[in-house]
């Protein structure tokens, strides 16, 4: 695919300071929150697992150094039909977002579709060294064959490119403190990230607070969704999106990255953004376990100093956010 692609001069980044409360305090504002919704929670801050193992997979050992999130494009570029020039630079709009030193990038978007030759989910899991030499440990999920087979792939590693949406956490992948989240057995009506963030927002109120990591299904089902490919006709109303996503019930072990924030400060931001991978086939949008019994989630979060806009629709809606 030809580099006329790549739309990575004059995009617009926008930047704003969160509130930082320390680990210690959102320990406490998210056991309370998540103990209104699970049996069984429990909240702690402590260095984070080397997440490079491979029952995390990804491609650096923590969440600390510079801890920022990113937000580029957004759904409003799918509609009504798709502007399929938007491919950012992974590389370029990190670097320029975090200047010199390593990065480590976690969080889900949209999946380059040349590469595909059809729209799909990215599961990204990159980082870029001193030299800005590409790890990658992203994937893309795909809505394949008559069947609608769901189909997980890797993106190579010289590849550098995602499309339309995307939401990172960023960091230098350091070791470091984060909070360590598990909750087993749902017994509230929320979905997992939608209890921390509302529990967040509830107690901060005005003051925008940004997270981001892993978290991990260990056991259960989740009802995740995966973009077909771009839809031929135009798209302009919520029931058009539900009819054109194709919905599936993974299996337990999912590996989800992505962002929260609880707030959109006025950059269009969207507030909680979760995809995951598995080590079979499965790959997708988290929206809520199916499971309730016997889901177990465990989390890997860490807090983030500021946010960075990168390319903000103009013309922006509300369709298509959870
Ligand atoms: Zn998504």
Same mark, same amino acid.
């Given at each position: 695919?030809?580099?006329?692609?790549?739309?990575?001069?004059?995009?617009?980044?926008?930047?704003?300071?969160?509130?930082?409360?320390?680990?210690?305090?959102?320990?406490?504002?998210? =056991?309370?929150?998540?103990?209104? !919704?699970? %049996?069984?929670? &429990?909240?702690?801050?402590?260095?984070? /697992?080397?997440?490079?193992?491979?029952?995390?997979?990804?491609?650096?050992?923590?969440?600390?150094?510079? *801890?920022?999130?990113? @937000?580029?494009?957004?759904? *409003?570029?799918?509609?009504?039909?798709?502007?399929? @020039?938007?491919?950012? #630079?992974?590389?370029?709009?990190?670097?320029?977002?975090?200047?010199?030193?390593?990065?480590?990038?976690?969080?889900?978007?949209?999946? /380059?579709? *040349? $590469?595909? &030759?059809?729209?799909?989910?990215?599961?990204? !899991?990159?980082?870029? !060294?001193?030299?800005? @030499?590409?790890?990658?440990?992203?994937?893309?999920?795909?809505?394949?064959?008559?069947?609608?087979?769901?189909?997980?792939?890797?993106?190579?590693? +010289?590849?550098?490119?995602?499309?339309? $949406?995307? #939401?990172?956490?960023?960091?230098?992948?350091?070791?470091?403190?984060?909070?360590?989240?598990?909750?087993? =057995?749902?017994?509230?009506?929320?979905?997992?990230?939608?209890?921390?963030?509302?529990?967040?927002?509830?107690?901060?109120?005005?003051?925008?607070?940004?997270?981001?990591?892993?978290?991990?299904?260990?056991?259960?089902?989740?009802?995740?969704?995966?973009?077909?490919?771009?839809?031929?006709?135009? $798209?302009?109303? =919520?029931?058009?999106?539900?009819?054109?996503?194709?919905?599936?019930?993974?299996?337990?072990?999912? +590996?989800?990255?992505?962002?929260?924030?609880?707030?959109?400060?006025?950059?269009?931001?969207?507030?909680? &953004?979760? &995809?995951?991978?598995?080590? @079979? !086939?499965?790959?997708?949008?988290?929206?809520?376990?199916?499971?309730?019994?016997?889901?177990?989630?465990?989390?890997?979060?860490?807090? %983030?100093?500021?946010?960075?806009?990168?390319?903000?629709?103009?013309?922006?809606?509300?369709?298509?956010?959870?």
């Amino acid at each position: 695919m030809s580099q006329s692609h790549l739309q990575t001069d004059g995009l617009l980044f926008e930047e704003k300071p969160l509130h930082v409360p320390t680990l210690s305090e959102l320990k406490k504002v998210i =056991q309370g929150a998540l103990n209104g !919704n699970f %049996a069984s929670v &429990h909240v702690s801050v402590g260095p984070c /697992p080397d997440l490079k193992d491979s029952q995390f997979g990804l491609v650096k050992s923590g969440l600390g150094g510079k *801890p920022t999130l990113l @937000e580029a494009g957004g759904p *409003p570029y799918l509609r009504p039909l798709v502007q399929r @020039e938007k491919l950012y #630079n992974l590389k370029e709009i990190t670097r320029k977002a975090q200047g010199p030193g390593q990065i480590f990038a976690v969080g889900p978007g949209a999946g /380059p579709w *040349p $590469i595909r &030759h059809s729209n799909c989910e990215g599961i990204f !899991n990159f980082s870029l !060294n001193e030299k800005d @030499e590409l790890k990658q440990g992203s994937y893309t999920a795909t809505v394949r064959g008559d069947q609608e087979e769901c189909v997980l792939e890797r993106i190579p590693e +010289n590849e550098p490119r995602c499309a339309l $949406i995307l #939401n990172l956490f960023l960091s230098e992948g350091k070791p470091g403190d984060v909070l360590r989240i598990s909750a087993k =057995q749902r017994t509230g009506e929320e979905n997992f990230v939608d209890c921390i963030r509302k529990g967040l927002e509830q107690h901060y109120g005005d003051k925008v607070v940004g997270l981001g990591g892993i978290f991990v299904v260990r056991k259960g089902c989740v009802h995740q969704h995966v973009m077909r490919d771009f839809s031929k006709t135009p $798209i302009h109303t =919520q029931e058009q999106i539900q009819q054109w996503l194709k919905f599936y019930e993974m299996p337990a072990q999912l +590996n989800a990255v992505g962002t929260l924030v609880t707030k959109d400060m006025g950059l269009d931001l969207r507030l909680q &953004h979760f &995809h995951s991978f598995s080590f @079979e !086939n499965w790959g997708g949008h988290y929206h809520y376990d199916t499971t309730p019994d016997v889901v177990e989630y465990e989390a890997y979060l860490n807090v %983030a100093e500021r946010v960075i806009r990168v390319d903000r629709p103009v013309v922006t809606d509300q369709l298509g956010r959870d």
